[in-house]
């Protein structure tokens, strides 16, 4: 059974509703159909009752028994724009009511309120905005406060062991991180590893430096982040700065590290120093070690919420939410 499988029949088992916002895409409606039919979640579609007519004529499949809602004529729309603004002084009523009617943010108000276990969105809206919704609605993580993501990255031969997995963050949202946010990225890829790998997580803070090999600034922010990530959790295993090679081959450790490291040639999360390192290290993984990359998903958040490429197939979609309600 490959790792999606494991996933699904994970997600089947815990019985979860997923929000999916965006009824007036085709690949959404196929995908809520699989959902169902393969139980996989109990999903719940967004949208104008038009516009999802629309979408459910050209997927040619029936939805008859998937529900939707219509945010703009929801029974509980005003009991969400009253939690929406609730230890908020910067927002009027009205204008938090005609918010929470746009089908990302009423999704997000269900996973915040507890009425759905998370969210799957992106094949239509931009990463940007299903963070901004996101991050309005179900807010973030106690002690985060950037949003990242990750791939998690299945490897089909790595020293000797099948189907390696590892999580890599963060390859699609931070564009140059601050020490304190390459931190926060450490911190939620650790979360995230927590509930994806069958391991114990082990961070490395990835540089083109090991432990001071190389002087530059930008050796010195990835140091600067490790300082940041293991004052806030002494316990967990993150650690660096590593180059790639010593962070996962054991024997390239072993020359690079002589202070010894729980992390240094059995990392199973890397972490990257900025966007372009991360986005090219995992097409490069991906097409030239013919890895499986199966996101990105979006961490960081108080409750899960995912982010589509908008190039997603109808499968993606369901494998995403599949990886989603296993983190759950």
């Not at 911190?187 to 927590?194: E, N, V």
């Not at 600067?224 to 295993?237: G, N, S, T, V």
């Amino acid at each position: 059974m490959d790792i999606v499988a494991e996933f699904k029949e994970r997600a089947k088992n815990a019985k979860l509703t997923v929000v999916l916002p965006e009824g007036n895409d085709e690949r959404t409606i196929k995908a809520a159909r699989i959902l169902k039919d393969e139980g996989i979640a109990k999903p719940v579609v967004l949208g104008k009752p038009e516009m999802i007519a629309e979408a459910v004529a050209t997927a040619g499949v029936s939805i008859d028994d998937i529900k939707t809602i219509n945010p703009r004529q929801a029974d509980n729309l005003d009991e969400y724009t009253r939690k929406y603004i609730e230890g908020r002084d910067d927002i009027s009523e009205s204008v938090a009511k005609r918010m929470v009617m746009k089908p990302l943010f009423y999704g997000g108000m269900m996973v915040a309120c507890g009425d759905a276990h998370a969210m799957v969105a992106g094949a239509v809206n931009a990463t940007a905005t299903v963070i901004q919704a996101g991050a309005l609605t179900v807010g973030f993580a106690e002690g985060i406060s950037t949003p990242s993501s990750f791939f998690l990255m299945i490897i089909p031969e790595f020293q000797g062991e099948k189907d390696k997995p590892f999580i890599f963050a963060d390859c699609a949202v931070n564009i140059q991180p601050t020490a304190q946010e390459l931190a926060e990225i450490a911190l939620a890829s650790t979360l995230s590893a927590r509930k994806l790998l069958s391991d114990e997580p082990r961070v490395a803070m990835l540089s083109f430096s090991s432990r001071g090999s190389a002087s530059h600034a930008d050796v010195d922010k990835v140091a600067e982040a490790l300082k940041i990530a293991k004052e806030r959790q002494p316990d967990w295993l993150i650690d660096g700065e590593f180059q790639a090679d010593t962070a996962i081959i054991a024997r390239v450790a072993a020359k690079k590290v002589k202070d010894g490291s729980e992390v240094a040639g059995q990392a199973n999360v890397l972490v990257f120093p900025d966007l372009d390192a991360g986005n090219i290290s995992y097409k490069l993984t991906q097409y030239m070690a013919n890895a499986q990359a199966i996101g990105p998903f979006l961490q960081g958040f108080a409750k899960p919420v995912s982010d589509l490429s908008r190039g997603a197939s109808v499968d993606d979609i369901v494998a995403t939410t599949a990886v989603t309600l296993a983190q759950i």
